[in-house]
Every structure is written in C-alpha cells, then in structure tokens.
C-alpha cells in the first residue's frame, strides 16, 4: 500500500537535479488539478443546459476524452518522487539498510525498464495519429464534434519521458545508497511512520502560522 513519505535533500548535483525536475513535475501535477477542475465544470454545464434548456454541452464525451490523458498521466511522476504509488510493503516494511535500498533499486529498474518501452510504444501510437498534411494535423478525431486525437496521445510519452528522468535520479540514489551504507539516502522517498507523518504535518501547519 502507499505511505507516506519523505524525501532528504543537499547541495549535491543528485540533490539539486531531483529539485529541478521536481519543479517541473509540480507544473504537470498542477495541469492535472486543473483538469479534474475544468471536468467538474464541463459536467455543471452540460446537465445544466440538458435541465434547464434541454440543450447539453455538444461533444461532452469528446472532451471528457482530451481531458483524461491530463488527469491520469501528468501527475505520475510526482507520485513516483513522494514514493505516493499504490504498492504492497508487508516485505518491504521489514528490511532495512542495504538489503531495503538493493529492493527498492531492483524494483525501480523495472519500473524505468516498463516505462521505456511505454514511451516507445505510445509516441508510435501518437506518430499513427499525427500528420501535418491532414487538417488539424490529425489522420484521426473524435466522434461527435471532430476534435483531434492527437494531442491527448502526446501526453503519454510525454509523461511517461519525465517519469524516466525520475526513476533515472532515483535508481542513482538508491545506488549511492547501496555503496555508501547510509540510512538517509538523498533524492529517493522515504518512508515515514505515523509519528514522523504526525510531526512533519504539525511542523507544516506551524510554518504556515
């Protein structure tokens, strides 16, 4: 399951490239948010004009399908920093020191590994869609006001390329980590228990005070 966690930093170039790229993950976490937003407000106005004026919003469906790439794509690579993916840590919880980061080396290889091949096959998927002699670009659009396909296709290896560069910092941190022995590894999420979860919380509403 997912906990939470935390992730240390330095003055390290590891340390300041995960800062960097963290930057950049927020943007696209932040699209995301404002594509569950503009969602919420695309359903308000289409059953309010299907009530009010029997009149729903034309091509509802068409742009709930734009707007799913943004929500379930962009934000990935953020999760994947705060370690916020769904997994199963009944083992994980029960190892520590070299043998818990040569685990979570292992573990984000095959992540990197997956999305590599995810970022090949989805800009081919893209490529099958996207053409600059076709008008708007695309060989292919939605069914019911004719929007192009091709830049909800885009998102994915889009997204997919930034969780690489993620698991690419990360699996070098797990590595200096493996060598070094230390129990603090940088720019890698680090579990927390409740009473750490608890104090990072309170220290965080402190500092808005």
């Known amino acids: ?60 469906v068409d742009w709930i399908q734009q707007l799913m790439p943004l929500i379930a794509f962009k934000g990935i690579s953020y999760v994947q920093r705060d370690g916020g993916h769904i997994r199963m840590d009944i083992l994980v919880a029960q190892l520590r020191g070299r043998p818990l980061w040569i685990f979570e080396f292992v573990t984000t290889a095959m992540v990197l590994g997956l999305m590599v091949l995810l970022v090949w096959g989805s800009w081919a998927h893209f490529d099958r869609s996207f053409d600059f002699s076709k008008p708007m670009w695309s060989r292919d659009s939605t069914i019911d006001i004719g929007l192009p396909i091709w830049p909800a296709k885009l998102l994915a290896p889009v997204a997919f390329s930034v969780l ?35 104090a990072a919380e309170a220290e965080h509403i402190e500092g808005r005070d």
């Open 164 to 198: 690489c560069l993620r698991t690419v910092i990360q699996l070098v941190g797990y590595g200096r980590a493996i060598l070094s022995g230390t129990d603090s590894p940088i720019a890698v999420p680090l579990i927390q228990s409740a009473a750490e979860q608890a």
């Open 1 to 60: 399951m997912a906990g939470s966690s935390a992730v240390l930093t330095d003055d390290s170039l590891l340390s300041r490239m995960d800062q960097g790229l963290l930057r950049l993950e927020r943007f696209f976490a932040l699209i995301a948010g404002f594509a569950v937003f503009g969602l919420m407000v695309l359903a308000v106005v289409s059953v309010t004009g299907r009530n009010l004026f029997n009149e729903p919003l034309p091509g509802y």
